[in-house]
């Protein structure tokens, strides 16, 4: 009897050590892991929808360098100001002053504990070679996620030129003419009317994105010969649900 009474106490022991030793390491090696994502996919893929829904789900940061960009001008921030005089002049803002506040913004506010998402960024190669080298001398620690979102052209178009908004500035919800809710042409939240974008227009979509794809094969094209991996995120025919799910698979 106390043979078996020490044999079951000695197991407990055992299995409770490796589990509070396992649980340990993942939970030290986790946080360890620092992650930088930046998504790639045409406008309509649902970069923005995916991203929302790993802040909100599983409390990603993330940020926008269109955003820091307006509250740098805002608040009058000395690179608010400079950018404010550029965008003034009508010209284009340098890569070099668009890298440097996401990377001074990063340092002072990035929550090293969780994964963070570049919206918006990098838009130019000039961009994309500046950040790459800053994290490489800056950052070692963290690793660079490059998603490219994979979605046919032809849905995308679908997607877009099928969009319907509230034409009620305040609601501004978004249907596609495939839900039966909309049939009727009207806004289920305010009872406006809806109405089809003017960018949303076929042929508008169409150069939108080959204007996309141009810029995006050029950034790809320099993350590729730098040594960079791209992991490809196929989403034909997935609802947002499924392509977050997707998402967290390969996480
Ligand atoms: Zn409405």
Request: proline fraction near 3%; glycine fraction near 6%.
């Amino acid at each position: 009897m106390n043979k078996i009474i020490g044999y079951i106490i000695f197991t407990i022991v055992v299995v409770s050590t490796i589990f509070l030793y396992t649980k340990y390491y993942k939970a030290n090696d986790m946080k360890q892991e620092k992650v930088i994502f930046t998504f790639f996919g045409a406008p309509g893929c649902g970069k923005g929808t995916l991203a929302e829904q790993a802040v909100n789900k599983l409390g990603f940061q993330v940020i926008s360098t269109g955003d820091l960009c307006r509250k740098n001008i805002a608040e009058q921030t000395e690179v608010g100001k400079e950018i404010e005089k550029i965008i003034k002049a009508g010209k284009l803002v340098p890569d070099e002053l668009i890298t440097g506040m996401l990377t001074d913004w990063i340092k002072q506010n990035a929550d090293p504990d969780k994964p963070l998402i570049l919206d918006g960024f990098p838009r130019t190669k000039g961009q994309a070679r500046i950040f790459a080298q800053y994290l490489k001398e800056n950052m070692p620690e963290y690793k660079f996620r490059i998603i490219k979102i994979d979605l046919s052209e032809e849905e995308i178009v679908s997607r877009l030129a099928g969009r319907r908004v509230c034409e009620n500035k305040a609601c501004q919800a978004v249907y596609h003419i495939s839900m039966p809710e909309v049939q009727d042409g009207i806004c289920k939240k305010c009872g406006s009317k809806l109405i089809s974008r003017a960018d949303d227009k076929e042929e508008v979509v169409r150069e939108r994105l080959n204007v996309y794809n141009k810029n995006e094969k050029e950034l790809l094209d320099f993350y590729k010969s730098n040594g960079f991996e791209i992991e490809t995120l196929n989403i034909a025919g997935l609802s947002r649900k499924q392509v977050f799910e997707k998402f967290k698979s390969i996480l």
